[in-house]
């Protein structure tokens, strides 16, 4: 009877051991399951695979220039504004109050006679999202001409504590072409200014953050968020082009590499993907010779770190983990 006993036991403890270390097992079967779902995911974002990103990433990728629905956009050198209105209408833009969009005209009444069919209705829609719009914003003197001093604050004008992207969509003088190198080096002057004074605005919201976090708590939140994500130095810059000439002559990934903007990437811009958004010209709403949706254009993204970088860093991350199993 004893005999018996102690042999239950000793099957029972077996049975024990054995189900622990199936639970071990298991448990480390699924640590490493989970690291490679990570890292395939951190790299799907960055390369643009579409399989294992959720639906809004999906139906925002490639299409449009920021990443999350929610994201804070600083749009310059709108035309009619029916560009945020298609982002909102198509829903790559879920939450309209992080949407500031701005024209380099300077009155509703200078809108209203060069786009009469359709900025009215645009801006009183945007107005009743609750879409910031700013009008005479000059993209080669943000600072100055958004009125932003000491004193005013960059947040206060703004309304927001970061941008996460800034938005130029073919940009043009409206100058003429009879002189083609003269009109080249205007547009390239354009864009490095634009650069360059983008550099001076997002340095004031960094300034503004660092500012905001002197006390040890502030600090902690300081660092959490921005080893989640370096907002404030990680806004994106976008600016949209025809290809062909005279666009591609204007070198504008040497003049953002000039500044420090470096090459996120590049994909199509997808006219039909925008419903009712109605490319504009600088002057008028006259339409160019060849209809703007029969012609190629193309989104250039661009950050501070870059899609070299990010896959270098990506790779020693990678590599670290392996080292860590
Ligand atoms: C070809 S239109 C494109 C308009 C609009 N982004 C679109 O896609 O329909 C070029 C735009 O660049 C703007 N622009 C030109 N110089 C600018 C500047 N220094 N700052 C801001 N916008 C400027 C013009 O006012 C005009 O709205």
Request: aromatic share 10%; proline share 2%.
């Amino acid at each position: 009877m004893a005999k018996k006993q102690s042999r239950k036991g000793n099957l029972k403890s077996l049975l024990k051991q054995h189900n622990q270390e199936n639970q071990k097992k298991l448990k480390e079967l699924k640590i490493k399951e989970n690291l490679v779902n990570l890292q395939k995911f951190k790299k799907d974002k960055i390369t643009g695979n579409k399989k294992n990103i959720s639906t809004q990433q999906q139906h925002n990728l490639l299409t449009v220039p920021f990443e999350n629905p929610d994201d804070i956009l600083f749009l310059v050198g709108e035309g009619d504004f029916s560009y945020v209105r298609s982002l909102i209408e198509s829903n790559y833009h879920h939450k309209p109050q992080n949407i500031i969009a701005t024209s380099y005209d300077n009155s509703l009444k200078e809108l209203n006679l060069k786009y009469p069919t359709t900025f009215k209705e645009n801006y009183d829609f945007l107005i009743e999202k609750g879409v910031k719009i700013m009008l005479g914003v000059d993209a080669t003197n943000l600072v100055k001409s958004l009125k932003i001093s000491k004193r005013t604050g960059v947040n206060k004008i703004l309304n927001v504590e970061r941008l996460d992207c800034i938005i130029f969509n073919f940009p043009h003088t409206g100058a003429g072409v009879k002189d083609v190198d003269r009109n080249i080096q205007q547009h390239q002057k354009l864009l490095l200014n634009f650069f360059k004074s983008a550099n001076e605005l997002l340095g004031l919201f960094n300034a503004y953050n660092a500012n905001k976090c002197t006390d040890s708590y502030a600090q902690s939140y300081k660092t959490v968020t921005n080893n989640n994500k370096t907002k404030g130095n990680n806004c994106r810059l976008t600016v949209s082009l025809f290809k062909g000439l005279p666009y591609d002559n204007w070198q504008l990934k040497k003049i953002a590499n000039t500044n420090d903007w470096k090459t996120l990437t590049t994909f199509k811009f997808e006219w039909e993907k925008f419903q009712g958004y109605q490319h504009r010209r600088t002057n008028s709403e006259m339409s160019t010779t060849k209809k703007f949706d029969e012609r190629e254009a193309r989104v250039h993204l661009f950050d501070k770190v870059g899609v070299l970088q990010k896959k270098k860093t990506q790779k020693n991350d990678n590599e670290d983990s392996e080292n860590e199993n």
